[in-house]
C-alpha cells in the first residue's frame, strides 16, 4: 500500500506508485441548504474545496476558468423529458462529459506544475471519449504534455479525427493494435515501475485519477440541489468512473432513490450487481464504444470504498491472475444494473426520437433502454454523456436516414491527422516515451 499523500500530489501522480487508485481517508458531508442557488462553478468550488489542498481563492479561480467561457453558462442544463429529466452533459470543447472533469483537472495540473516549476506527461488511455477531451485540456499548458493511446478500428471515426486532427506541440495520439482494456494495462504496468514514471514525469487523466471522479462527483449535487428531489439516475457506464461519482455523492450526503448502471455488451459491472462474480470476459465492438471495456478500473475504488478495506488488494491481485473474484455485498444506497444489445440500443434511438422528437447519442440510448426495464419509482434523470453528432453513423442506422451530425465535428473531416502506430505492448510505449523530446 503507497503512503498517503495530498491532493495535490495525487492529483500529480494519477495512479499510485505500486499501480493501486488514490481514494480519500474521509468523506466530508455537505450542506446542501447552503449550496442551493449557486452557479455551477461556484458549487463546484464549494463541493471540492473539502478535499482540496489549494488555497480556497486559488480553486475557485480554477473552477471558474474551467466552467467558464469554453461552456457558456451551460455545464450541465436539465433537459425535461416525459420520464424526468435528461442531463446535458455534452456542451464542453469536444461534446462530451469527459470535458466537465478534464477542464478542471487540466487547469490543477498546470497549476500544481507552476507552483513547483515542473513538467508532467500525461499518459491516457481512451476508449472513446477521454483521448480529445485529455489532449483538450493541455492546450495552452507548455508545462503539459498528453499522449493518448486508442485501440485501432475501436473508436468512431469521428472520435478519432477528433484526436488525431489536433496538432498542438504538446499532444500526441498512439493507435494500439489491440482493446481498452490492452492500453489501460500499458497504463498500468508503466505506472508500477517508479523509476520509469519519476524519470519520465508520468501522469494520468483517467478516470483513475481522482481528481476526475470529484469533478464528476459536482453535477450529481447538481442534480439534487435542480431538482429538489432524491437522485434516481441512470448512468450509462465503461470503468464505472461516471457511476462511481453518483455513488461519491450519496457519500457525502446527497439524498438517493436509486442508482443505475447502464452497460451494453460489454456487462462486466452488470454481471458483478448482479451475481457478486466480478469476471473477465472479452470486449465486443459496439456502438457505444467508449463502454467497450472489460475490466472497470473504478471497480477496484468502489470495494475499497464500500467497505473491502485491506482485502482489496487481494482480492484485484486474485483477479489480475484467474480473471475473477467473488466479491461479498458492500454498504451503500441501492444499485441497479441493466444492459442492452447493438439492437436495443438502434431501438433505443428510434424510440425516443419518435417520442421525445430529440435525438440520443448510443450511450445515452444504452442508459434510457435501461431505465426503461427498470421498476418505475418516480421521476428519473437520464444522464447524456455525448452529443450524438459524434456517432452519426449510429444515429443514421438507427433513424434509416441520414444524420446531419454537429457541425463543429464534421468541419474535422479531411484536415491533416498525426498517430503512431504501436503493438499492443508496454514496452513498445515504453521505448517511444523516450524518445519524446520536452516540450519548451
Known sequence: MAAPVGFQEATLQGLASDGGLFVPEGLPTLDLPALKGLSYPELAWR??????????????????????????????????????????????????????????????????????????????????????????????????????????????????????????????????????????????????????????????????????????SVYYVWIYLQTGQPLQVVVPTGNFGNFLSAWLASRMGVPVRRLALATNDNDIVHRYFSTGTYERGPVHETLAPAMDIQVASNLERFFAMAGGGERVANWMAQFEKDGRIEAPGLAGPEIVSGKATRAEILAAIRSYYAQVGQVLCPHTAVAWHVARQLPQVGSEVIVATAHPGKFPEAVQEALGRPYPGHPALEALRGRPRRAVSLPAQALAVRHWLEGLSPQE
Not at 477521454?130 to 485501440?151: E, K
Open 47 to 216: 463541493v471540492m474545496q473539502p478535499f482540496c489542498d489549494i488555497p480556497s481563492e486559488d480553486l475557485r479561480a480554477i473552477c471558474a476558468d474551467a466552467y467558464g467561457p469554453k461552456y457558456g453558462g451551460e455545464v450541465a442544463p436539465l433537459r425535461p423529458d416525459p420520464w424526468g429529466h435528461v442531463l446535458e452533459l455534452f456542451h464542453g470543447p469536444t461534446f462530451s462529459f469527459k470535458d466537465v472533469a478534464l477542464q478542471f483537472l487540466g487547469r490543477t495540473l498546470d497549476y500544481i506544475l507552476r507552483a513547483r516549476n515542473e513538467r508532467c506527461n500525461l499518459l491516457v488511455a481512451t476508449s472513446g471519449d477521454t483521448g480529445s477531451a485529455a489532449l483538450q485540456s493541455v492546450v495552452g499548458c507548455p508545462r503539459l504534455t498528453a499522449v493518448v493511446m486508442f485501440p485501432k478500428g475501436r473508436v468512431s471515426p469521428l472520435q478519432e479525427m477528433q484526436m488525431t486532427s489536433l496538432l498542438e506541440p504538446n499532444t500526441f495520439c498512439l493507435e494500439i493494435d489491440g482493446t481498452f482494456d490492452d492500453c489501460q494495462a500499458i497504463l498500468k504496468q508503466l505506472n508500477r515501475d517508479p523509476e520509469f514514471k519519476q524519470r519520465m514525469q508520468l501522469g494520468a487523466v483517467n478516470s483513475v485519477n481522482f481528481a476526475r471522479l470529484l469533478a464528476q
